[in-house]
């Protein structure tokens, strides 16, 4: 069965679609899987512990600070008992509290405790889900590495219509079953720079790009997904850090390098980062002062180039090495060459040219180059592209 002897965290939040969680926690059961159920002050409005404790044929969690309970089974290790966290429904106000690092009660305190991957199935008022703060929250949320499932449009319980209604259990249970799916990557390490580098010219000032880092860090987080053991080395990037990775925090070029030698061996290596190509050769020890002089001359020093360092390594080179090639024109062209120049085995391609909003932005339109040829994807979400690129590498690695 599916989800033979998998355990489900189940978290029933207050809202009229916790009626379909009971028809969930059946679907569960009859895959295979166990619930440990869950329930919100707010759920409690809506379905009885007793329904659930009869349905799971285990015991209802409802209180943080329940002796009886921390005596059986202490609240962090509820968290980490189960292989899943499942929110179903995901209220706004659960999806808010998670997004702001909240805990003050029970659900809250086991979503931030967890160490496992956590399922949301929201459900509430179209307005609330349209909301900007809802809709931050989802975002920031799935940056971190929750998963969404629904909410699907339809008719809502209370007379309006649209985005809000969550997901039918059947789909619950496929998204579940999603998340718990085969991990291709488990014994894997990868390796996945990212973000930009500064490189001082003196203690205040610096060399650096616009790079956000976000590209980067959802590779990583695909990748951790997939399985894999990830080493994430990211220069001093915006976008948070993902979450099934081990960051190893670097501020230079010569500090990333240094990093990624001491992340080696991997089974595949992502060079993500915008490393600065050029440094200042020696960082003034004080703040350069205006003179009258005029302004100082900065002579510049080479960085290693890290990419291609690692792909013509001659002993321990990691199997798969795939750059990034961020090109202002001629994008296929420039491309090909590069990842020839490099040695790399792909190259990501993306134009960053003026009005691409890609550097720094959302969305990603990238061209795979490989050596059997080039593969233009269509613009995506840069957790699209992650989630594509990490599909690609698993099987490249089977
Ligand atoms: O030559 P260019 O900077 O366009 O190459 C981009 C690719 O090379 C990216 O994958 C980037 O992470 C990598 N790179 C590197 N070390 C450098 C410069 C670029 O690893 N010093």
């Known amino acids: 069965m599916r989800l033979s002897g998998r355990r489900i965290l189940l978290i029933v939040g207050g809202g009229i679609a916790a009626y379909k969680s009971l028809e969930l926690i059946r679907l569960i059961g009859k895959a295979g899987g166990r619930v440990v159920p869950v329930l919100t002050a707010g759920g409690r409005e809506f379905v009885t512990p007793l329904s659930l404790a009869a349905l799971a044929g285990e015991r209802v969690h409802e209180a943080l600070f329940d002796l009886t309970a921390e005596v059986e089974m202490g609240h962090i290790e509820l968290s980490r008992s189960a292989d899943l966290v499942v929110v179903a429904p995901a209220t706004a106000d659960l999806m808010a509290k998670l997004a702001g690092g909240l805990a003050n009660d029970l659900a809250s305190t086991l979503l931030l405790a967890t160490d496992k991957r956590v399922l949301m199935a929201p459900a509430m008022n179209v307005r609330m889900w349209e909301h900007p703060a809802t809709r931050r929250n989802r975002e920031r949320l799935a940056e971190d590495g929750v998963l969404f499932v629904g909410p699907a449009e339809g008719e809502m319980a209370c007379g309006e219509y649209g985005p809000g209604r969550m997901a039918e259990p059947a789909e619950i249970l496929a998204a579940i079953a999603d998340a718990l799916g085969p991990k291709p990557l488990a014994g894997r390490h990868a390796i996945v720079t990212s973000g930009p580098t500064h490189e001082p010219i003196d203690p205040v000032r610096y060399i650096a790009n616009r790079s956000s880092g976000r590209q980067g860090a959802a590779i990583a987080a695909a990748l951790a997904a997939r399985g894999a053991r990830v080493t994430f080395v990211t220069g001093p990037a915006t976008a948070p850090r993902p979450t099934g990775a081990e960051v190893v925090e670097v501020e230079t070029a010569l500090e990333m390098a240094a990093a990624v030698e001491a992340a080696l061996p991997a089974d595949v290596a992502v060079f993500a980062a915008a490393v600065g190509d050029w440094r200042p050769v020696a960082a003034a020890a004080r703040k350069i002062k205006k003179t009258a002089a005029g302004p100082p001359a900065l002579a510049l020093a080479e960085n290693p180039d890290i990419l291609a360092s690692v792909a013509g390594l001659a002993q321990g080179r990691p199997p ?50 490989t050596a059997e040829g080039t593969e233009a994807w269509p613009r995506l979400d840069k957790r699209e592209v992650a989630e594509r690129l990490a599909d690609r590498i698993a099987a490249a690695l089977a």
């Not at 795939?322 to 120049?341: C, P, V, W, Y």
Request: hydrophobic share 45%.
């Open 320 to 369: 798969l090495v795939i750059g990034f090639a961020a090109e202002t024109g001629d994008l296929i062209g420039n491309a090909t060459a590069k990842r020839q120049r490099k040695g790399c085995d792909w190259l990501v391609a993306n134009d960053v040219g003026d009005g691409s909003g890609i550097m720094g932005g959302m969305e990603n339109a990238v061209t795979l180059i």
